[in-house]
């Protein structure tokens, strides 16, 4: 469910607040290759099923960067804002980034807190992906 909002400052009200839950998303092999070629990280726990699946986690494994760049993706999908002028990710706080084995993902996002200066809202969301 997606919770729509008017104005960036009824972001203040859902501080605390759960946002949802994303549907599932299917991460596929493609998927982990193309952020391989588009970052240059081309370890083979990534990259080459083959040998991934004599691994650890008996197949590739989703560059731990990769699912953090889906943040905003998640973040869309559960709140929309109709009269935001901007909105842009300034730096990624605290991230565990592991995610060993993934083929599916979904984001569970939630307000963990705010800031108001001048007329501009900052609001920091937290999106915890799960396997």
Do not use: N
């Not at 370890?43 to 650890?56: E, F, K, M, N, V």
């Amino acid at each position: 469910m997606t919770i729509h909002l008017e104005e960036p400052a009824d972001l203040l009200d859902l501080v605390g607040s759960p946002l949802g839950t994303t549907k599932w998303m299917k991460l596929s092999q493609q998927h982990v290759d193309l952020f391989a070629e588009s970052t240059g990280d081309h370890q083979w726990i990534h990259t080459d099923p083959q040998r991934a699946a004599r691994g650890p986690f008996k197949g590739t494994v989703a560059h731990s960067f990769l699912t953090l760049s889906l943040t905003p993706m998640f973040t869309s999908e559960v709140l929309q804002i109709r009269e935001l002028t901007m909105a842009f990710t300034y730096g990624a706080g605290q991230g565990e980034l592991l995610c060993g084995g993934a083929s599916r993902l979904i984001g569970a996002s939630h307000g963990v807190g705010d800031q108001r200066a001048a007329d501009d809202i900052w609001c920091r969301i937290g999106v915890r992906p799960e396997l």
